[in-house]
């Protein structure tokens, strides 16, 4: 595969409200979108737009989120993951699963609406990362 | 101030051989740079290009590195840091100043030849950042 652009950085907080503060009042960010839950995955998520890429800010939603125990390791907060586009997320699934590649999970529909999966940190360097379809 | 790109993301790696194998073969990174020793900071650095950022390879110069303890608690890397620009890198640490977050030591020369400072992560959501001034 080609790497492709990176589409945003996870921030886990513990708080989406006071980090839209913080990322508007202290960063200067201009451009911050409509936080929304996506149940599903267990997390709140929040976009703040950078020139060029995005910051995805993620709350735990409820009790066993998949990100509690982060938030409770990190109270402040931390980076969570990097997500990088691809053109074709089934192509890309084959690729990483021949490299031997940890795929944490099934494809799904992420917080931009195209199919994402999860890799391993251990086998990314401990990078936990995101690869999502290029949104049409 | 107003939030400028994202020039990179700095991850720290145990070995940066390894990972421009990892980034070349397993990520299709096509532009990796030369590596370089910042022996003042303590860490050897290379710069994958992504479509619209950087990845910042670091790795530990010495035993004495500031990133070595960062290495001991993540043996396998992770992410370190996020860097933004700033058109003006004076303005931007009075501004920060102003705002009471706490700078991490004087403004110094970073890896891509303009001036630089690290916040602390502590005010800045758990995210060490670093804020570079635009290269001219």
Redesign the interface.
């Known amino acids: 595969?080609?790497?492709?652009?990176?589409n945003h950085?996870g921030?886990?907080?513990p708080s989406i409200p006071d980090?839209i503060a913080?990322?508007r009042?202290?960063?200067?960010?201009?451009t911050i979108h409509e936080p929304f839950d996506m149940p599903e995955q267990g997390v709140k998520v929040c976009f703040v737009d950078?020139?060029?890429?995005q910051i995805e800010l993620i709350e735990p939603l409820g009790a066993d989120s998949p990100i509690a125990g982060f938030i409770a390791k990190?109270p402040?907060?931390?980076?969570h993951h990097?997500c990088?586009e691809v053109p074709d997320i089934t192509q890309a699934r084959a690729e990483?699963e021949g490299?031997g590649?940890r795929i944490l999970g099934p494809t799904r529909i992420g917080a931009h609406g195209t199919p994402i999966f999860f890799l391993h940190?251990?086998d990314?360097?401990?990078?936990l990362t995101e690869i999502m379809e290029t949104p049409k």
């Open positions: 595969m080609k790497l492709g652009r990176l950085i921030v886990a907080t980090s913080f990322w009042d202290v960063m200067g960010a201009t950078t020139p060029n890429c990190n402040a907060g931390g980076q990097l990088f990483f490299e590649m940190p251990r990314m360097g401990g990078v």
